[in-house]
């Protein structure tokens, strides 16, 4: 397609970004190609193909309480001439999306740095993961269980019992009785093949998440005395921590409900080293002030 000048400049300058964003970290780089994807198939760099943008009405209307600004085709995409290009007068500017989601610009707008940005933030609102998660986080409790037992139940009785008061502080309830279950057969496992890890997570609040790792790496081996009496002898080895933690962005909101929808699969260990390196970096801030 005929593409005019102008409209390449503003192309090559969103592509500009791209590649900055491509050398930054594994967000920017994430976010890159989706815009990429995006401008491949973009014909008017004017108006992102939203084939809208915005005007100023003109003095003339001034106190008609109708507003300043109005909405109208953009002419830089329009292909039957003479067309009336008003669409209708509005307000405001701000926050101003097309019908396909994307910020509406001046009709003359042309700087490329405005496009990406406007790119950026559609491709974030599709996909809050995109963003890196910000969270507070705050330790409720911790347990590393390391022992030799014969009665596997009654230990795992004992654990429930430790945690019980907290998961009851912050969950209430009916949800905390399910809660307690959850982590009363994840922990009753043994003999797996290697560490298992797993993360039980569940919203509490508007925001407020609580989520609990347990690492488990008990073992079991059966035994017999005089070769007829046989008993089973379990190693436990089980680690288990309980967190609270605030979402501070979207993203973080995003990883949180993955987590509670056991859709986060493989990517558990992924999640628990992002919490981790995230808990690192905001004590270290903490250090430092
Ligand atoms: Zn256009």
Redesign the pocket.
Known sequence: MYMTDYNLCIKNEIISFIEMYKTGDRYQQKIALEIEEIVKSKT?F??LDE?QCWNYRGSEFKGDKKGEFYIKK?P??LTIHNEKLWIKDCISTIDLVGPFGIQLFRDDANAGSDKFEALEKYVIQKNPELVKPEFTRSSVHHNHIIEKTYELEVEVGKIIETCKPFIEFYMGGPMSVLMLNNIKVSISGVNRESTQTEILCEKINTNEFMYIVMKNRSTEKEKSRFGFYKYKKCYLDIKLDIYKMNTLNNSAHHLCSKIINEAAGNDIIEIIDLLDKIAQTKTKQQETI
């Open positions: 008017c004017f108006c084939k953009c830089q995409c």
